[in-house]
């Protein structure tokens, strides 16, 4: 059952990528509805885009696909805390009203609360973040994963590349290389598989040296925002000892 409550929306709008761009706030007023989340509620300024001192503006731009937090698409600042705007309730997030909207800081900004992750998926390729295929013959049953190999990939297999983790860690900055920890937890993943550990010394060979995952700082922020509860502090722990290994041996496997 709907009253007449409003939700105040401040959202931090910019036109375009900062080189032509600059920033500003505005604020908007919409009805408040049961069970509404922060897209919702910019779908309503998205309807009647008018700020709340009734100046009538361009619609707010923002990205969502899923609606139900597996894309990563909506990631941003939502009362200041970086989450998926899908699954943010506004009972739970903004109970008092008041929301304030701000696209992530850690990447290049496209327009109002969009941003680019292209840097999160050229990561991935850079550590091969897949397991290679040699052809779409029949290649007959693959190896086996064990219950213990599957239950440790599981949780892991989960990241959607939505960002958080970058956003939040002290070491992903303008002045850093650093790959940020959710390529370093699909490391361990691929090189968990069966067929996937065929390439764990190309993935590990790509995060040693600078920006590598000795630059991590350990200061477990990712862990903390990740939606997926990923244990990326474990995986950092591991793929560390990986690389460590393989700086140590490899060259005896070549
Ligand atoms: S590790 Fe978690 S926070 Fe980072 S990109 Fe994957 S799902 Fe998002
Ligand atoms: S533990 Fe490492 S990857 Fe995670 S936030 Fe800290 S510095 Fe970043
Ligand atoms: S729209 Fe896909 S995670 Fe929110």
């Not at 705007?85 to 506004?90: E, G």
């Not at 290649?139 to 086996?144: E, F, H, T």
Request: charged share 25%; with cysteine; glycine share 6%.
């Amino acid at each position: 059952m709907a009253d007449n409550r409003k939700i105040h929306l401040k959202i931090l709008r910019q036109d375009g990528p900062s080189e032509t761009s600059t920033k500003r706030w505005e604020e908007f007023d919409v009805d408040w509805h049961p069970q509404m989340n922060v897209i919702s509620a910019l779908m309503e300024v998205q309807k009647n885009p008018r700020t709340a001192d009734g100046k009538t503006v361009a619609p707010v731009c923002w990205e969502s696909s899923c609606l139900e937090e597996v894309c990563g698409a909506c990631t941003m600042l939502v009362n200041g805390k970086v989450r998926q705007a899908c699954s943010a309730l506004i009972d739970q997030v903004a109970p008092d009203g008041h929301l304030t909207l701000a696209p992530m800081t850690k990447f290049p900004l496209i327009r109002d609360l969009i941003v680019d992750r292209t840097r999160m998926f050229n990561d991935l390729k850079k550590v091969k973040a897949w397991i290679h295929l040699d052809g779409s013959h029949e290649l007959g049953p693959g190896p086996r994963q064990s219950p213990e190999n599957q239950e440790e990939a599981y949780p892991l297999s989960r990241c959607m590349t939505c960002g958080c983790c970058m956003e939040a860690c002290p070491q992903v900055n303008g002045h850093s290389d650093f790959i940020g920890p959710h390529a370093i937890s699909l490391v361990r993943l691929y090189n968990l598989h069966p067929s996937g550990k065929m390439h764990a010394a190309e993935r590990l060979e790509a995060l040693m040296g600078p920006g590598g995952v000795q630059d991590c700082g350990k200061a477990q922020n990712c862990v903390e925002v990740c939606p997926k509860e990923i244990p990326l502090v474990d995986s950092i722990a591991v793929v560390s000892r990986q690389t460590t290994k393989h700086m140590l041996f490899g060259w005896l496997l070549k």
